[in-house]
């Protein structure tokens, strides 16, 4: 299984094309510590004027996901994510951060939160990942 070194592993993650689009940012990224950023704006807000679920959503996979690619430079999918929203967001700056819970061999299993500015805390996940074979 090829293993790439963290900031190769870093630049994959930023040359997202659905990341980018969302207008997510890697505001950290570490073996031990990964901070995804997000600026609210309109186009990012559900019918009630906040923060849109599936945003959230979107945010906390690839917040869990890069806490998995981070620690083991290896690609991974998602096998499970549960998601509880907390609070609603209206305007400003979201951060996303995880936290790896169990290491396997193969499967991971790691938890993530998305605060405001402010540290309230808005949503929070646990998510199983699988870790696979780089694609050539």
């Known amino acids: 299984m090829t293993t790439l070194t963290l900031n190769e592993m870093k ?5 997202s094309l659905f990341m980018n689009h969302i207008g997510f ?3 950290e990224f570490t073996e031990d510590k990964v ?3 997000f600026q609210i704006r309109d186009y990012a807000l559900n019918v009630n004027g906040t923060l ?3 945003i959230q959503a979107s945010m906390l996979d690839i917040i869990t996901g890069m806490a998995v690619r981070a620690k083991t ?6 096998l499970n994510l549960n998601i509880h929203y907390l609070a609603p967001a209206y305007e400003g700056e979201m951060y996303a951060t995880a936290t790896i819970l169990q290491q396997g061999h193969k499967i991971m299993t790691v938890e993530g939160e998305i605060r405001t500015k402010e540290h309230v805390l808005i949503s ?3 998510g199983v990942f699988k870790v696979i074979e780089q694609r050539k």
């Open 11 to 15: 630049n994959k993650i930023e040359s």
């Open 124 to 126: 929070k996940c646990i």
């Open 73 to 78: 430079k290896k690609d991974c999918v998602t």
């Open 25 to 27: 940012e890697v505001s």
């Open 52 to 54: 849109h679920g599936g």
């Open 35 to 37: 901070v995804l950023a």
